[in-house]
């Protein structure tokens, strides 16, 4: 009996021995963003301070590898690995099993006291390598990697991310970050929306040359060397650039030099200038030309037309309005044959289901489904399409529309590419057929003021990274939002991109006065003298100061506290809202002011300007203590720790100068003022 227990025992321990050397030679499956699809494990960890890469070994003949090479360089470089002869062994081999060929972009991540990276298109080898930065930047300085196989590749072929640079331009620099961030992702088309107008009378936005037509183009625009730097460093991200040109309605730069072109159909709005006059056989010649002009320098297969929102809704004539749909609905296809004629497949935005009439678009047409979720309807008629939904996949920055903001919960958790609808029977079925890709859609309506670059930035980046998880189609990291959204954050700035800067900058006073300042006395504005190098401070940030005013204010007479080219500080300001009718509110307080749409002499004057008005009073012959706290999407006032007023809206706070040069200043004495570049 004693021998039985002794061998039991034994035993017992072997057993336990052995898992114990499993679970010690065990790593867990990577996390990534997207997430990857499936993993392999080998005992130990690779170290990796050093990194001896070749890419020309055995891999395809592709011009980019060496470029590739010199980004990847770079990138691990960042994060504290040098190449070196006798660094880790970094290789390419076409040797990816048969099984993963078909799955474009797939590829085998091998890692043990080398690394092998096996693919057969260029775009597996990249993506490879951004796979192996996340895992390594996830390491710290112990540049560590766990050693065993990636097998991974996407489901969806188009992950694409729109940007609208025609009412907000955004300079090459700019375009570089969001190719670079795309790459990260693993996203692979950039579509550019490059003419439209502002949602006012004036903005009328068309960022490309022409020769043909000169006037057209707007100062701020891209040259077509910039178009080509642009293309060619997206290509070496494996993204291809799709322009978009669009048409009949969004149209009031081509209007501005073809005015004998505009529609002589629709009800003088604001935006009656804004629609081609598509009963016009010039406009057809008008639009050809400007195509013809964009073609050669674009090499992507697919040019969109745009299409969308001719708004025939406001012309009351219901026999011209029938007449007109079925016109638009033709002028679809005659645009999409000249696209054809260059050799292009065309795109269109939906809308036209909406119109009066007959004629549906070609079947060689490929649908941009925004504000149609009908995506079983289109596939049963044998289309071609992507998951636009503005339900889900559209930001408008500076909007708090619900719709307008990515919700991010949502798409983690329920949303895939065949989702267009909150109502299940228009989202497609696994067995449906004519999903071409889905796309992230951001939309510049308050622009070319409004939202800077790094605000768009930090709310759109978020974004981009759970869309890009869930078109990729992996099995998640974690099965819940909130425990991704922590990992997430680890990931969000890509490589050798600064546009989150401000998501990561160090907590500081940025601006502490030194003296009181009578600005009762101040005819100009003096410069403030923060410390930054930009005109206005992004949230997080908290103001703090004590005012005495000596005078009382006058109704119609602002009062300046600080101010920038887009953005002021009130002490007071009588903010009048009008409606129709000449019917008008009054609202005076205390009010932060930021420029939208269309500049103006001021930000007060621009297009649709943001006005947070708090309904308090700095008061007369007594020292208050003022503190306005703004976070993302948040902004609150308080007078002597009392809440005065918030708002659901992100406001930025001027930093350029001390009061106005028209001389209507704060009634009063600056006795202190601290700014600071976080909340307390």
């Not at 009963?279 to 400007?290: C, K, S």
């Not at 645009?335 to 060689?364: C, L, Q, Y």
């Not at 009181?516 to 504005?525: E, I, L, Q």
Request: net charge neutral; hydrophobic share 35%.
């Amino acid at each position: 009996m004693d021998m039985i227990k002794k061998i039991l025992f034994t035993t017992l321990l072997t057993v336990l021995g052995v898992f114990a050397v499993q679970g010690q030679n065990t790593n867990p499956k990577p996390k990534t963003v997207p997430s990857l699809r499936y993993w392999k494990s080998a005992p130990g960890r690779l170290t990796m301070k050093t990194a001896d890469i070749n890419f020309r070994a055995d891999s395809p003949d592709d011009a980019r590898l060496d470029s590739l090479r010199a980004v990847f360089s770079a990138e691990l470089a960042g994060i504290g690995v040098q190449t070196s002869p006798s660094g880790v062994k970094i290789s390419l081999s076409t040797a990816l099993p048969d099984s993963l060929k078909d799955h474009h972009g797939a590829y085998q991540l091998e890692i043990s006291d080398k690394v092998t990276i096996k693919a057969v298109q260029y775009e597996g080898f990249l993506y490879a390598t951004r796979t192996l930065l996340q895992i390594l930047s996830q390491s710290g300085t112990a540049l560590t990697l766990p050693k065993g196989t990636v097998t991974d590749y996407p489901v969806l072929g188009k992950r694409m991310l729109m940007l609208d640079v025609a009412r907000k331009f955004f300079p090459v620099a700019m375009l570089e970050q969001y190719i670079r961030t795309m790459a990260w992702l693993k996203m692979n088309e950039l579509h550019l929306h490059l003419n439209d107008n502002s949602w006012g009378a004036e903005g009328a936005y068309y960022r490309l040359p022409s020769e043909k037509y000169p006037g057209i183009t707007s100062p701020e625009h891209y040259t077509w060397e910039d178009i080509a730097h642009i293309v060619a460093f997206a290509r070496i991200y494996g993204i291809t650039v799709t322009p978009e040109l669009d048409t009949p309605g969004h149209s009031r730069a081509l209007v501005r030099v073809r005015p004998d072109l505009k529609s002589p159909h629709h009800p003088k709005t604001d935006l009656s200038d804004a629609f081609l006059d598509i009963e016009n056989p010039a406009t057809y010649e008008f639009v050809g030309g400007l195509i013809g002009e964009i073609v050669p320098h674009f090499p992507a297969p697919d040019f969109h037309i745009g299409t969308d929102e001719y708004m025939l809704k406001s012309i009351r004539d219901t026999e011209l309005r029938d007449s007109l749909g079925e016109t638009f609905r033709r002028y679809i296809n005659k645009v999409n044959a000249i696209v054809r004629s260059h050799g292009k497949n065309a795109r269109i935005w939906t809308g036209f289901e909406n119109m009066p009439g007959t004629t549906m678009p070609d079947k060689n047409i490929t649908i941009d489904m925004w504000d149609s979720q009908d995506a079983r309807g289109f596939s049963g008629k044998g289309y071609r399409f992507i998951n636009s939904s503005d339900v889900f996949n559209y930001i408008v920055p500076g909007n708090i529309i619900k719709r307008y903001n990515t919700d991010h919960k949502y798409v983690y958790e329920k949303w895939n590419p065949r989702v267009f609808s909150r109502e299940a029977a228009k989202n497609l079925l696994p067995s449906d057929s004519g999903l071409y890709g889905a796309k992230v859609n951001v939309w510049n309506d308050y622009g070319p003021t409004g939202a800077s670059h790094s605000e768009i930035a930090r709310q759109v980046v978020p974004s981009m990274m759970v869309f890009a998880d869930r078109m990729w189609g992996a099995p998640k990291a974690y099965p819940a939002y909130a425990q991704w959204e922590p990992f997430r954050k680890k990931l969000a700035q890509a490589p050798l991109t600064s546009m989150l800067e401000q998501d990561n900058r160090p907590r500081k006073i940025i601006y502490q006065s030194t003296a009181s300042v009578n600005m009762a006395m101040m005819n100009k504005s003096v410069p403030l003298g923060a410390d930054t190098g930009d005109e206005d401070l992004e949230y997080p940030w908290t103001l703090e100061a004590t005012l005495l005013r000596t005078a009382r204010s006058e109704k119609d007479r602002p009062e300046v506290l600080l101010t920038s080219g887009n953005a002021t500080l009130y002490a007071y300001l009588n903010h009048i809202v009008r409606f129709k009718n000449n019917l008008f509110d009054e609202h005076p307080g205390i009010a932060l002011v930021r420029s939208q749409r269309d500049a103006g002499l001021t930000p007060y004057t621009s297009g649709l300007p943001q006005v947070l008005t708090f309904n308090g009073a700095i008061p007369l012959a007594q020292s208050c203590k003022l503190k306005i706290v703004a976070k993302h999407n948040y902004t609150a006032l308080y007078i002597d720790g009392q809440l005065i007023g918030e708002f659901d809206k992100q406001a930025v706070l001027p930093l350029l100068r001390l009061g106005s040069d028209d001389g209507n200043n704060f009634k009063g004495i600056v006795q202190s003022l601290t700014i600071y570049n976080y909340v307390r």
